[in-house]
T-cell receptor, first 116, second 114 residues
Framework: AQKITQTQPGMFVQEKEAVTLDCTYDTSDPSYGLFWYKQPSSGEMIFLIYQGSYDQQNATEGRYSLNFQKARKSANLVISASQLGDSAMYFCAMRGLAGNNRKLIWGLGTSLAVNP | KAGVTQTPRYLIKTRGQQVTLSCSPISGHRSVSWYQQTPGQGLQFLFEYFSETQRNKGNFPGRFSGRQFSNSRSEMNVSTLELGDSALYLC?????????????FGPGTRLTVL
């Protein structure tokens, strides 16, 4: 069965510093995609970054980068130069790329607070 | 392009009633997925529709149903509401033509069952 684990219920970071949010996953699918989403207090889920299981390089999107370690089944999100607007819930999700495993499986999230 | 829209944004119902939530995907997106989000269970997949057909289904009772119309708009219905159905219901659309197929979410409908 597919599973996503986020072990940090809450994290604090000082403005302008970098922070790493942990995500480990479990799957038997040979190919899969990993996603990070941000959910501010307004409730809307905002897509941040994607990593495919066969991608050779770690994904980057602006201040977001994904530290993908396939052998360890981890896909940690790194946010550089934190901003006050980064305070939100962050969710790691995974989806198989074929058949009935195409649905997104989610972790329970990490609440990030950026301190001024 | 306009984003995913969901109506209504807030809803209060009583036990035993039924409710219908609506979702309009991003123009051109043919896949629509529904999720239930609660503090205790997190985000749980309800179902996915593609071209008016249910393609995937989560582990929810038959009281939860959905459909998709020819214009890709989708509705989900919950019958015989229970207190535990109180949640944020999120709809997401995706362009299945891309390899990564990321989902774009609407603002959600917050359902409260009294």
């Amino acid at each position: 069965a597919q599973k996503i684990t986020q072990t940090q219920p809450g994290m604090f970071v000082q403005e302008k510093e970098a922070v790493t949010l942990d995500c480990t996953y479990d799957t038997s699918d040979p190919s899969y995609g990993l996603f990070w989403y941000k959910q501010p207090s307004s409730g809307e889920m905002i897509f941040l970054i994607y990593q495919g299981s066969y991608d050779q390089q770690n994904a980057t999107e602006g201040r977001y980068s994904l530290n993908f370690q396939k052998a360890r089944k981890s896909a940690n999100l790194v946010i550089s130069a934190s901003q006050l607007g980064d305070s939100a819930m962050y969710f790691c999700a995974m989806r198989g790329l074929a058949g009935n495993n195409r649905k997104l499986i989610w972790g329970l999230g990490t609440s990030l607070a950026v301190n001024p | 392009k306009a984003g995913v829209t969901q109506t209504p944004r807030y809803l209060i119902k009583t036990r035993g009633q039924q409710v219908t939530l609506s979702c309009s995907p991003i123009s051109g997106h043919r896949s629509v997925s529904w999720y239930q989000q609660t503090p205790g269970q997190g985000l749980q997949f309800l179902f996915e529709y593609f071209s008016e057909t249910q393609r995937n289904k989560g582990n929810f009772p038959g009281r939860f149903s959905g459909r998709q119309f020819s214009n890709s708009r989708s509705e989900m219905n919950v019958s015989t509401l229970e207190l535990g159905d109180s949640a944020l219901y999120l709809c997401a659309s995706s362009d299945t033509g891309t390899s990564r197929n990321e989902q774009f979410f609407g603002p959600g409908t917050r359902l409260t069952v009294l």
